[in-house]
């Protein structure tokens, strides 16, 4: 497998993006509503007094849990573009002439890859860069000091994000290999964010602690599940299949 080969196939899918303006919405909105919404929140208990939340004893966890949205966010916005790299370019017909290219399936698997991650993670990081800074502004006289940046958070944007990043974006490519529409492709991948929502809940009820060690063995759990969603997306991907069967 060729890693320059695999990134003309995402330069390609950039060009195509463009023209597809649908599809960058939730880059743009859902990073602004988490940077924007929890500081809003922590800003509305504040106004009302609610100190049983908003007490220093309280909000360290509170603020951890919180920044585990970021990461729900990162594995929720390449969804649109991941579909559409596949089955809607099949649909536009702008797919076969990228199939019959003497490219190995891998190749351009891991060229869509990049084409949704790279976006992603340039749009999260800037959205945790404003989510901190409004986190700090709205908890500093509580706390009396600046909470983020920490390793919880460094741990959370450097290891475990990316990895959810990959294993949303393998997902939802292998259910756009076997779907005939964008729209089913994204509502069958959106079943990827259901065990980052578990450890959410898990989290807020106290029965696990987001520390970096529980990050980083969260985040070998899901690299361990990328290498495998890997290699099924190169076995279970049939170009001659999407070629000759698709309606």
Do not use: C, Q
Not at 48 to 65: D, F, I, K
Not at 129 to 151: A, K, R, S
Not at 185 to 211: K, N, Q, R, V
């Amino acid at each position: 497998m060729r890693l320059a080969k695999a990134w003309i196939v995402a330069a390609r899918d950039f060009k195509i993006f463009r023209r597809v303006k649908n599809i960058w919405y939730p880059i743009i909105i859902f990073p602004v509503l988490i940077s924007v919404v929890f500081p809003v929140i922590l800003e509305y208990l504040k106004i009302r007094g609610s100190h049983g939340l908003a007490a220093p004893g309280v909000l360290p966890n509170l603020l951890t849990s919180f920044s585990f949205f970021l990461v729900i966010g990162a594995a929720y916005v390449p969804l649109g573009i991941a579909s559409y790299s596949i089955v809607g370019e099949k649909v536009e017909k702008s797919l076969e002439p990228l199939l019959a290219t003497p490219l190995t399936d891998a190749e351009i698997l891991l060229g869509k890859a990049f084409s949704a991650i790279i976006p992603t993670l340039v749009a999260m990081y800037a959205a945790a860069v404003i989510f901190m800074v409004g986190i700090d502004e709205v908890t500093f006289h509580t706390l009396g000091y600046y909470y983020f940046p920490n390793w919880n958070i460094a741990t959370l944007l450097s290891v475990l994000m990316p990895v959810a990043i990959v294993m949303s974006v393998l997902y939802s490519v292998i259910v756009s290999a076997r779907v005939n529409d964008v729209r089913s492709a994204s509502s069958f991948g959106a079943f990827i964010l259901f065990p980052l929502i578990g450890i959410y809940i898990l989290s807020e009820t106290s029965i696990i602690t987001l520390d970096v060690n529980s990050l980083l063995i969260i985040s070998g759990v899901i690299l361990a599940v990328d290498v495998a969603l890997f290699f099924v997306s190169t076995k279970t991907f049939r170009r001659e299949e999407i070629l000759t069967k698709w309606k």
